[in-house]
Nanobody, 119 residues
C-alpha cells in the first residue's frame, strides 16, 4: 500500500495563506488513475471533503472553500497540493489527503497536518 504523508500545516492569522503537500511515495502512476481529495476534520465533527482532483485533472471544491482554495498535483513527483488563501477561523482543523472514494488496499491514511487559523 501507499503510505500517504501530509505536511505544511501551521498557525496562521485570518486572511493568510498556506500551502499543504501530500506525498504518495512509491505510487508509480497511481495519481494518473485515481481521484484524490483533501479532507479536513475538527474535534466533534465528521471528516469533510474540501477539494478533489480527478485523474483527468478536473477539480471540485466544497462551497465553504470554493474561490479560496486550489487543489493541484504533480504526477511525476507523486504529490498533491492544496493552496489555501484568505483563510478563516472555520478553516481550522486536521487536513488529510486520500483517494476519493478511499481504497484501503492501495492507499493508507496519513497522520494529517494541523491548520490553525487565529481570530
Amino acid at each position: 500500500q501507499v503510505q500517504l504523508v501530509e505536511s505544511g500545516g501551521t498557525s496562521v492569522q485570518t486572511g493568510g495563506s498556506l500551502n499543504l503537500t501530500c506525498i504518495a511515495p512509491h505510487s508509480g502512476d497511481a495519481l494518473k488513475r485515481h481521484p484524490m481529495s483533501w479532507f479536513r476534520q475538527t474535534p466533534g465533527s465528521e471528516r469533510e471533503v474540501v477539494a478533489t482532483i480527478t485523474h483527468r485533472n478536473r477539480t471540485s471544491y466544497s462551497a465553504a472553500v470554493r474561490g479560496r482554495f486550489v487543489i493541484s498535483k504533480d504526477n511525476g513527483k507523486h504529490t498533491v497540493y492544496l493552496q489555501m488563501n484568505d483563510l478563516k477561523p472555520e478553516d481550522s482543523g486536521v487536513y488529510y489527503c486520500n483517494s476519493n472514494p478511499s481504497i484501503p488496499t492501495i492507499w493508507t491514511w496519513g497522520s494529517g497536518t494541523q491548520v490553525t487559523v487565529e481570530t
